[in-house]
């Protein structure tokens, strides 16, 4: 259903522009508008990520051609791999909260020998994909599918040594309630890593307070937070948040977990705009946060911009050890 929504958008999206429908200004509000149309409810974090993922469910036919993707997803992000390493986890319970297709799954087993590896997700679609790629790999994993609108975890209190999440959190209704569920799963020297979106990055202050709003025109009305929602994971993602390293640290707090911001993964898309900086800085329209934001950049030996000493990408990477 969701990708014929998608063309019966791509078709009427002219003629919602024409009479001036608001929710026309983008691909995603058109969609929406769709489903409003048709009588339909708004798609559920889970059924979005059903029928997307970030393979675009492709078949992996080799152990050679699996390593090479991740190899490859790994490079389009910056400093990524230092910051939420997947070796070192050798006899440990290790979960994976919202492992998708697998990539990191792969990660872990190929890497460290952990005593138990879980992968947990929404997506049936997913969880199935992540099954046929650990068996490539012959590596043995324990998938459950866990429901969006229920945080509770099936496993045991202090059960687990590590958890990693790396870009889930920010999709989901509740994180406060899940990551209460990690603080009673976790044990008492265990300790996480997650990965959120970064609001103090060049996705939110170039990407699209330049790019998107001014240069495009996109997302009349919006603020900058609620125009970020449709740029990051495709049209039609439901949820998709940004936080300040402040906010993140506070949040983790309300859930019973002492949190440091490791720092900040910078995306090949990002770098990419990064030219446009200097565009972006004489536009009278930038407001004046993204305009400081930009203008305050500076830039480590690898030609890599960092805002305030931390990497300006949009990748924030965090460790959590209970309070």
Not at 18 to 24: D, G, L, N, P, W
Not at 77 to 92: E, N, W
Not at 251 to 260: I, S
Request: aromatic share 10%.
């Amino acid at each position: 259903m969701g990708y014929i929504l998608e063309r019966i958008a791509s078709y009427l999206k002219p003629a919602l522009n024409f009479v001036k429908c608001e929710a026309a200004s983008t691909h995603v509000a058109t969609v929406r508008t769709i489903r409003k149309l048709l009588g339909l409810k708004q798609e559920t974090s889970a059924s979005y990520w059903t029928r997307h993922n970030v393979t675009s469910h492709h078949v992996f036919n080799s152990v050679e051609e699996s390593l090479n993707y991740n190899e490859w997803r790994i490079l389009q992000y910056h400093y990524a791999i230092d910051l939420m390493p997947v070796s070192g986890f050798d006899g440990k319970v290790v979960l994976d909260y919202g492992c998708g297709p697998g990539h990191d799954l792969v990660g872990f087993a190929t890497s460290s020998r952990p005593s138990r590896l879980i992968g947990m997700d929404v997506s049936p679609t997913s969880l199935a994909e992540s099954e046929a790629r650990m068996h490539l790999h012959g590596a043995k994993v324990e998938l459950i599918r866990i429901r969006e609108n229920n945080a509770e975890l099936p496993l045991p209190d202090a059960s687990v040594d590590f958890i990693h999440s790396a870009g889930v959190l920010h999709h989901t209704p509740d994180p406060e309630r899940i990551l209460r569920e990690f603080r009673r799963i976790i044990k008492a020297d265990g300790h996480a890593q997650i990965m959120v979106y970064n609001y103090d990055s060049l996705w939110i202050h170039l990407y699209v307070a330049y790019r998107h709003l001014l240069v495009e025109g996109r997302f009349a009305g919006k603020t900058l937070r609620e125009a970020f929602i449709a740029t990051t994971d495709g049209p039609g993602c439901p949820i998709a948040e940004c936080y300040t390293a402040s906010e993140f640290i506070a949040l983790a707090k309300r859930a019973g977990f002492a949190a440091t911001l490791r720092g900040c993964a910078i995306s090949s898309l990002e770098m990419r705009m990064l030219a446009r900086r200097w565009d972006a800085l004489c536009d009278k329209r930038l407001p004046s946060e993204s305009r400081r934001f930009l203008y305050d950049l500076t830039f480590d030996e690898r030609g890599i911009p960092r805002h305030r000493g931390v990497v300006a990408g949009v990748s924030a990477c965090y460790h959590l050890a209970p309070a």
